[in-house]
């Protein structure tokens, strides 16, 4: 990268940044080796419960770090995403009154603005705002998700289009924060190599556990205040959104040239590009997206023929949620399952067990819609819930390995914007699995009453689920713990180390820690990863939940 056209105070300012940063980072290897003999964990010890876990990673990560994942995926993706589902489901079959196959498509269009976090990871990299980068972004994601919730809930008569403009600008507001913590996650991944997984398993334990909360309680809310009040209640998680950008710590930089944010641009696009051009990058890739493209939604069919009082269950609003808030119990089993047993199992040997077992559990469905749960005495609520919670958990242990994987293939420098280019591969995945879905339902003439056909659709939805297993070739061998990109991704000049230093000042340093002066951030990454892999069983999650 070419050295930036600053005045001479402002190199010195970024000297002194960059001394500050090294001299803050907790890899150095004095403090490594200090930490290792303080309270690493030999083979005789257990691993350390819930609480000191999550103690280790705000001392590791810093505090306002930890409380930036509980806020945006815990409360805004997890709670929030638990009642927006409920609600936004009962928003288009009885507000709005669409056809299954409409309203299938409409959830995949609100999960368009998921598709663009490279452009909010560009912005987030490479043009701060006020001196901060990752602040900014958090505020006005909570701003213009308050803004969304309140035209759905307080507008009686809104039109299907705005009130589908409405539901994208609610997604682009919790996509906006998840690309803006999800930087630090992929940032503190380089730095911290060893914590890499016990990061993404943060992740889904507070997705999981407000998922549950949120699940829990959508069936009454909807039931008490209706699918718009219950929308609005979705400013809260936005409000704690701003709350976690305007306490997150982070470096200022002052006098940053804003005359250079379009080179900016340009050098992260073209490094982008360099990486997909990579065959240990785009390889995985294509396996992501053909995996969740084939993994086809049909949910809104199901969800429809749950609540049906006629030729369906007939399943209350309490129960949908309930049902739901199982689910979610399921997904923090895959999470404790991936972290304490299979987080050290190679990404394809995972990838293949899951992929199978998720087109087993799909026929679930199947037995349910055929009603043999019945022949078996098993009856509808019983097996449903059993059902939800089977296929959640199998879909969270299939999650979490491509998380994982994601994370390993960022190039240094742009590690937010790449990690959100790899995560919008994934959510164009999804969309193209949820309009394959809505386009089966059509096909099949199932509607908001008419439900013969659902049986077909769910067999053709875990045939295709097999398909996939087919490209598993294009993922590595390697487990999490190995180096997957190239040394020339990885390792960079001396010219581009101040730049390197400049794009990892967003991940939340904690104070008060051994300086490693005379070395450079990337030395002491090498020193401080290869201590750290003798502590990588210290933050198993919830190993001793009693």
Same mark, same amino acid.
Request: glycine letters at 8%; aromatic letters at 8%.
């Given at each position: ?51 000191? +876990? ?8 810093? +505090? ?27 928003? +288009? ?43 900014? *972004? ?59 997984? /016990? ?87 294509? *396996? ?49 399952? @991936? ?41 509808? *609520? ?36 790449? @990690? ?14 949820? +309009? ?58 001396? /010219? ?51």
């Amino acid at each position: 990268m070419s050295p930036q056209p600053a005045p001479d105070d402002l190199a010195e300012d970024k000297e002194r940044e960059t001394n500050v940063l090294i001299e803050a980072a907790p890899g150095s290897p004095a403090k490594a080796a200090e930490e290792g003999h303080g309270h690493g964990h030999g083979h005789g010890r257990p691993p350390p419960s819930p609480v000191a +876990w999550f103690r280790m990673l705000a001392r590791e990560l810093h +505090w306002s770090f930890v409380f930036g994942v509980v806020a945006t995926y815990g409360i805004s993706q997890g709670l929030g995403g638990g009642i927006s589902r409920v609600a936004s489901d009962y928003y +288009w079959k009885d507000v709005q009154r669409v056809q299954p196959s409409v309203a299938q498509v409409y959830q995949g269009v609100t999960s368009i603005p998921w598709m663009v976090k490279p452009l909010w990871g560009l912005l987030t990299d490479v043009l701060p705002v006020a001196g901060y980068r990752r602040r900014p *972004y958090f505020i006005l994601a909570g701003f213009i998700g308050v803004i969304a919730m309140l035209i759905l809930a307080l507008h009686s008569k809104l039109h299907a289009l705005f009130a589908l403009l409405a539901l994208m600008t609610g997604s682009a507001s919790v996509a906006i924060a998840d690309v803006t913590i999800d930087a630090c996650v992929a940032e503190n991944s380089i730095v911290y190599p060893h914590l890499a997984a /016990d990061m993404i398993s943060l992740n889904g334990f507070c997705s999981s556990v407000g998922g549950l909360i949120g699940f829990s309680i959508s069936g009454f809310l909807v039931h008490a205040i209706g699918a718009q009040g219950a929308l609005g209640l979705l400013t809260i998680p936005s409000a704690l959104v701003i709350l976690s950008g305007t306490l997150l710590k982070e470096v200022h930089i002052p006098n940053f040239p804003y005359e250079q944010a379009h080179k900016k641009f340009v050098e992260a696009s073209g490094k982008m590009l360099t990486a997909l051009k990579c065959p240990e990058v785009w390889r995985p890739c294509v *396996y992501m997206y053909v995996s969740l493209a084939l993994s086809v939604d049909i949910q809104e069919g199901m969800f429809f023929w749950y609540t049906d009082r006629s030729a369906g269950l007939s399943f209350h609003e309490g129960f949908i949620g309930f049902m739901f808030a199982i689910g979610s119990v399921g997904s923090l089993v895959g999470v404790i399952l @991936y972290q304490n047993i299979l987080k050290d199992h190679s990404f394809r040997s995972l990838l293949f067990s899951s992929q199978l077992l998720l087109s087993l559990a799909g026929m679930l469905d199947l037995i349910l819609v055929l009603r043999l749960n019945l022949k078996m005495g098993i009856p509808d *609520y019983y097996f449903a819930v059993i059902d939800e919670g089977v296929s959640k958990m199998i879909n969270r242990i299939k999650w979490m390995p491509l998380l994982v994987l994601s994370s390993k293939l960022c190039p240094t420098g742009i590690e937010g914007t790449f @990690y959100a280019l790899l995560m919008s591969i994934d959510n164009i995945g999804s969309l193209t699995g949820s +309009w394959i879905g809505g386009l089966l339902l059509h096909l099949l003439r199932i509607t908001r009453t008419e439900f013969k056909n659902l049986w077909a659709a769910i067999l053709i939805r875990n045939m295709m689920r097999l398909l996939p297993l087919a490209l598993l070739f294009l993922v590595p061998r390697s487990d999490p713990n190995s180096t997957l990109l190239p040394s020339d991704l990885l390792n960079e000049g001396d /010219d581009d180390e101040a730049q390197r230093v400049e794009n990892v000042e967003l991940t939340s340093l904690p104070a008060n820690r051994d300086s490693c002066n005379d070395k450079s951030l990337h030395d002491c990454q090498i020193q401080e990863g290869l201590g750290g892999e003798r502590d990588d069983d210290e933050a198993s999650l919830l190993a001793n939940r009693s």
